[in-house]
């Protein structure tokens, strides 16, 4: 479908050097792309400038492969009841959608032309586990992420693109705090980085923890970010420029009028972290992502809008007062924002 004509340049002011400070930062543009649906769409995923796959409920995907001035939009055959929370494409062909929910709700598939042809790869069979997030370090090792079960952290590892997905050992993985689990907001609370680095950012628990390997999963440090936690309540959305530099997102997340510490920061992998600053728009971030190229440029999006950062997290101002779930950038800086009723905006090309 033609999308709404591009204004460009849209995040050069958040990106080149700070202005003078009597002079505002200039705010990205936004351009409202037509989707196709009323799907509510949750996560981004943006392999190269023009390319960009998104995913969300009744089944839903759609791809764009002219940076969207065109839309592709699909429904996986026999999915139409599952709700894809999370994405992640390797390029215009190849692609893989996680549907979250309890049991056999929870399911991944692959796609390898396009989305023509999706292949089923994982049915979760523990009726109490509810996958959450999905990312991948090259097209063979991908790793996703449950809710806990019984105390065991689900984290389930492939080595193969996908053909085999198998859960970590109990004994390999930090145990489980008490109900705690990780929050299905927009396919962000499990990231990866390259030399083997993860991080899964989890919820519900007493309070509000990173999970974090530098080895492929082999082995895990847990770290105890500065974010409002307790039920309902932790980290949505992990976020990091490098391998040292990141930010932690979330808070009460169904509580659209909280104003809580809801951004944690660091410049250390991980290890220790600090409050940051809190996004212009009340209730809980959904989803954040670094501009590429950047180590301070961050944006966060939510049920109450968007807002962006030009210092790493630790003041924010703001972008758009609409819905969104989701956000990715692709490596270019051109950054997408998705949310309810197909809402789908490009802020910008570097």
């Not at 479908?1 to 200039?26: D, F, K, Q, V």
């Not at 009841?81 to 959608?97: E, K, M, N, P, Y």
């Amino acid at each position: 479908m033609r999308a709404t004509s591009w204004a460009p340049a849209a995040l050069a002011g958040l990106i080149s050097c700070a202005p003078p400070a009597s002079t505002p930062a200039p705010l990205p543009l936004l351009d409202r792309q037509v989707s196709g649906t009323t799907a509510l769409l949750q996560a981004v995923s943006a392999p190269a400038p023009d390319t960009v796959w998104v995913s969300g409920h009744r089944g839903t995907w759609a791809r764009t492969t002219d940076g969207g001035h065109t839309w592709q939009l699909g429904t996986v055959p026999g999915a139409d009841s599952l709700q894809f929370r999370d994405v992640h494409a390797a390029s215009a062909d190849t692609a893989w959608l996680l549907s979250a929910g309890n049991g056999p709700m929870s399911r991944i598939y692959r796609t390898t032309d396009g989305g023509a042809n999706w292949s089923e790869q994982f049915v979760n069979r523990e009726s109490s586990a509810f996958y959450d997030c999905l990312d991948f370090w090259d097209t063979r090792r991908g790793i996703a992420y449950s809710d806990q079960v019984n105390g065991r952290s689900m984290i389930l590892m492939t080595q193969n693109g996908g053909d085999d997905w198998q859960l970590l050992p109990q004994a390999q993985v930090p145990a489980a705090l008490p109900g705690e689990g990780a929050f299905a907001a927009s396919g962000t609370c499990v990231i990866t980085r390259p030399q083997g680095h993860a991080w899964i950012g989890t919820g519900n628990g007493p309070t509000a923890r990173v999970l974090h390997t530098s080895d492929y999963g082999r082995s895990w440090e847990v770290s105890q970010p500065p974010i409002a936690a307790g039920e309902a309540a932790g980290i949505a959305s992990v976020a990091f420029a490098s391998n040292d530099k990141g930010a932690t997102l979330g808070g009460p997340i169904g509580d659209p009028g909280a104003i809580t510490d809801n951004v944690a920061l660091t410049s250390d992998g991980g290890e220790t972290w600090t409050v940051g600053g809190r996004p212009t728009f009340p209730g809980p971030v959904f989803g954040a992502a670094f501009v590429p190229g950047t180590e301070e440029t961050l944006v966060a999006v939510g049920p109450r809008g968007a807002s962006a950062s030009r210092d790493g997290g630790r003041s924010w101002a703001p972008v758009d007062t609409v819905s969104y779930w989701g956000i990715g950038f692709a490596p270019d800086g051109t950054g997408w924002l998705v949310g309810p009723g197909g809402r789908i905006t490009r802020i910008g090309v570097r």
